[in-house]
């Protein structure tokens, strides 16, 4: 792994959310996005080397909403940028890991992503993601 990509906060409402940390970090989202395969909605900032993402659910079906309605707004995921998803995502499986989705999707700011489950990782949901091309 390279590096901490970003960090996932769920929120329920994205613009007021929007509004509480760009007052915090001085500035506004660099990018803001609707990913419908994840039945998400986006904003990133950059703090630093590392990025923020906030992420509202689009529907009550959407994984976000779930998971606020069971344990409120607050960080969802760590992700971690690798160079090969899918060498990083079998040298895991090969240490025990369980991914979630061993075929790469399209997630938000360009990238391709898979899911580590909590369950194997000390009830911490890890995001793998590489660079779209």
């Known amino acids: 792994m390279k590096k901490i990509e970003h960090i996932g906060i769920a929120v329920k409402d994205l613009k007021v959310s929007n509004t509480c940390f760009s007052s915090l970090f001085g500035k506004p989202p660099y990018k803001t996005e609707t990913v419908e395969s994840e039945g998400v909605r986006t904003s990133f900032f950059e703090v630093g080397p590392h990025k923020v993402e906030l992420l509202e659910g689009l529907s ?11 344990k409120g707004e607050g960080i969802h995921h760590i992700a971690f940028a690798v160079d090969d ?18 075929q790469p999707r399209k997630g938000a700011d360009n990238k391709w992503v ?18 779209a091309e």
């Open 114 to 131: 898979v899911f580590l489950h909590p369950k194997s990782t000390n009830g911490v949901l890890v995001e793998l993601c590489q660079d």
């Open 85 to 102: 998803l899918a060498a990083e995502v079998q040298r895991l499986k090969e240490e025990g890991f369980v991914v979630l989705n061993e």
């Open 60 to 70: 009550a079906e959407s994984p976000i909403t779930k998971f606020i309605a069971s």
